[in-house]
Structure formats: C-alpha cells, structure tokens
C-alpha cells in the first residue's frame, strides 16, 4: 500500500507565505513525479506545479515567479514554497505522485488534502 501525507497548510496573510510537504511511504518501487494540485470551492481541481525525476519542473501561470516546488528523491518528499501569497491562492491543496509500486503497478496517488486560507 501506498500513503502520502500533507502537512504545512493554514491561514496566512495577503503576502505571507507557507511551506507544504508531502511524504510517500510504503510498498513503492520508483516514483516517477510528484505535484500539488488545487481546488477551491465550486472549481475544478488543477494543477500547481509538479516535478520530475530528473528535476524538470512545471508550473501554472498563476504561480509562477511566487511558488517553487522541490524534492528530496531519497526520501520520497516534495515540497512547495508558497510565496506572496494571494486571496485567489485559498484552496484544498491535493499532493499527487506518479509512482510505480512493488509489485510493479503504475498508478496516480492522492493525498488526502491540505486547507490553505489566504485571508486578512
């Protein structure tokens, strides 16, 4: 089986910024990328910024030049720093892993969601 815990979520400022984690654990083999995603209330969920193997990363648009997305491979960890953060940025932010398990399935795994509020 295949976990992967949030943490870092919260109510910040208009400007402030936060820090999230998302650790894999369990019967994994290889993890292929890793991304956060978001959905606020009466949208769709979508993607943030995600991250590859090698590094290569993505970002949204809205994002872009606020937030940066890390990881730590031997750990199975990914991080996103979220600067200047904006009203526009509240959301139930999801952790999402392309991985390949033990027993070699390929599949997406979702974390159960992290609450970010950006309010004054």
């Known amino acids: 089986q295949v976990q992967l815990v949030e943490s870092g979520g919260g109510l910040v400022q208009p400007g402030g910024s936060l820090r999230l984690s998302c650790a894999a654990s369990g019967n994994i083999f290889n993890i292929n990328a890793m991304g956060w995603y978001r959905q606020a209330p009466g949208k769709q969920r979508e993607l943030v910024a995600a991250i590859t193997r090698g590094s290569n990363t993505n970002y949204a648009d809205s994002v872009k030049g606020r937030f940066t997305i890390s990881r730590d491979t031997a750990k199975n960890t990914v991080y996103l720093q979220m600067n200047n953060l904006k009203p526009e940025d509240t959301a139930v932010y999801y952790c999402?892993?392309?991985?390949?398990?033990?027993?070699?399935?390929?599949?997406?795994?979702w974390g159960q969601g992290t609450q970010v509020t950006v309010s004054s």
């Open positions: 999402n892993a392309d991985l390949i398990s033990a027993t070699r399935a390929s599949g997406d795994y």
